[in-house]
């Protein structure tokens, strides 16, 4: 039970919330705007993120400003026994979960202010796989750090989403939202063999998504990226939400009854862009909170980018 806080808001003992949400990688950022906006409709939101200090202290700004129903868990999403003790806080005290908005996220590079607004220029002009000599000069990108992007970006959202699927399917309104990006276009890689997996509609299967992320790593470590297709700069960011998008695809399959969705919040100003991005972080966290509020008969399976509906 280490790691979370169980003191649930004087209300929240006395009767039990219509509606409970879990937040990842939210003590700052996008994420706590989230938690901010689901609290404010009167949701339970448990807030989540690796550093507890930090999360506490999420959680203690958001009580200030009036939010009673917010409350505490350390969860690292690469770490299974964090996430496990999360599904048990919840079973034992929620009984149930309602909302996973699936946020937590790192760009896998090594970058700076300047570096990330000379990236959103190649990223405005939609050609990750132009070349741009001169960004090699600001971002620098190692196997370390892809393959520590791939397990927070994808393998960490699959743990997360496994872990509490039991508990989705005891609520009546079960929501999942991923939270993607624009780099996240199927169009920013034109390896061939992973454009045909990734083309194949229905018949993607997630083994064999984690093939082509096998195949990503592989080729990144032979340092064969450019040759191999795959894009130029921030290529694990990039990578790790295309993958993030077909696994929402095929969760959304597999989960009939469940409203589940990937969304870009847009170029958001925060602490991964160095805030140069265009939106604020209230802004994005509204795209994320209205897909997580979507009715029982709302979209399921797709993409949106800018509030609308686009191709994967």
Not at 19 to 47: D, F, H
Not at 87 to 93: N, R, V
Request: net charge neutral; proline share 4%; charged share 20%.
């Amino acid at each position: 039970m280490g790691g979370h806080i169980v003191d649930l808001c004087p209300d929240c003992r006395e009767k039990q919330p219509l509606w409970c949400a879990v937040v990842t990688g939210a003590n700052k950022g996008i994420g706590l705007e989230i938690c901010r906006q689901l609290a404010s409709k009167g949701i339970l939101v448990v807030l989540t993120s690796r550093d507890k200090n930090k999360g506490l202290a999420a959680v203690e700004s958001l009580r200030k400003s009036g939010l009673s129903n917010v409350i505490f868990h350390q969860v690292d999403v690469t770490n299974l026994t964090t996430i496990s003790s999360l599904a048990e806080f919840i079973k034992a005290h929620l009984g149930k979960l309602d909302i996973l908005v699936n946020n937590a996220g790192i760009l896998g590079a090594i970058t700076d202010a300047a570096g990330f607004t000379a990236l959103l220029q190649v990223v405005n002009a939609m050609d990750l796989n132009k070349d741009e000599p001169n960004l090699e000069q600001v971002i620098t990108d190692t196997y370390e750090l892809a393959e520590e992007c791939l397990q927070t970006n994808y393998y960490g959202v699959k743990s997360v989403t496994k872990t509490l699927i039991p508990l989705l399917q005891l609520s009546d309104s079960p929501r999942i939202v991923n939270v993607s990006s624009r780099m996240g276009k199927m169009k920013n890689i034109s390896n061939e063999k992973a454009l045909e997996m990734l083309s194949d509609g229905d018949g993607l299967k997630e083994e064999r998504v984690d093939e082509i992320v096998n195949m990503f790593l592989k080729d990144f470590k032979e340092d064969i990226l450019k040759i191999k297709g795959w894009p130029a700069y921030i290529p694990a960011y990039t990578i790790s939400k295309v993958y993030l998008n077909a696994y929402t695809r095929n969760l959304a399959r597999e989960f009939p009854t469940f409203r589940i969705n990937c969304v870009s919040p847009g170029s958001v100003k925060s602490d991964i862009s160095y805030n140069s991005g265009i939106f604020t972080t209230s802004e994005g966290a509204e795209k994320v909170v209205k897909l997580a509020l979507v009715p029982n008969d709302g979209p399921s399976g797709l993409y949106f980018n800018n509030g609308e509906v686009t191709p994967f």
